[in-house]
Nanobody, 125 residues
C-alpha cells in the first residue's frame, strides 16, 4: 500500500520562497513518476510538476511555474520536494503529491492513482 504525506505548506509573502516535501511509504519503482498538483480555492486541480523516479531527467513543469519552481527527489529517503521561489498570489492552493499508477510521469492526473491529503499554501503580504 502506498501512502503519501505532504508537509511544508504555510503562509508565504509574494516574492518569497517555500519548500514542500512529500514522503512516500510503500513501493516506488524506477518506472513510476511522482508529481505535484494543486487546487486553488474554487478552481479545478491543475498540474504543477512531475519527475521520473528512476535515473534520467524526466521532468515536466506546468507553464505557470516554469522558471520559479523546482521539483526534486531523494530516492534513498523516498521523498519528493517542490522548491517554490518568487511565489505569486495565484500560487495559493492546496498542493497534492501523487504517484503514478504505472510507468508514467505525465502531466495527466488520470495517470496518478495514489494521492496525499494535501498541504495548504497561502500567499499574502
Amino acid at each position: 500500500q502506498v501512502q503519501l504525506v505532504e508537509s511544508g505548506g504555510g503562509l508565504v509573502q509574494p516574492g518569497g520562497s517555500l519548500r514542500l516535501s512529500c514522503v512516500a511509504t510503500g513501493s516506488i519503482f524506477s518506472s513510476h513518476g511522482m508529481a505535484w498538483f494543486r487546487k486553488p480555492l474554487g478552481k479545478e486541480r491543475e498540474f504543477v510538476a512531475s519527475i521520473r523516479w528512476g535515473a534520467g531527467n524526466g521532468i515536466f513543469y506546468g507553464d505557470s511555474v516554469k522558471g520559479r519552481f523546482t521539483i526534486a527527489r531523494d530516492k534513498a529517503q523516498k521523498t519528493m520536494y517542490l522548491q517554490m521561489t518568487n511565489v505569486r498570489p495565484e500560487d495559493a492552493a492546496v498542493y497534492y503529491c501523487a504517484r503514478s499508477s504505472g510507468a508514467s510521469w505525465s502531466t495527466n492526473e488520470r495517470e496518478y492513482g495514489y494521492w496525499g491529503q494535501g498541504t495548504q499554501v497561502s500567499v499574502a503580504s
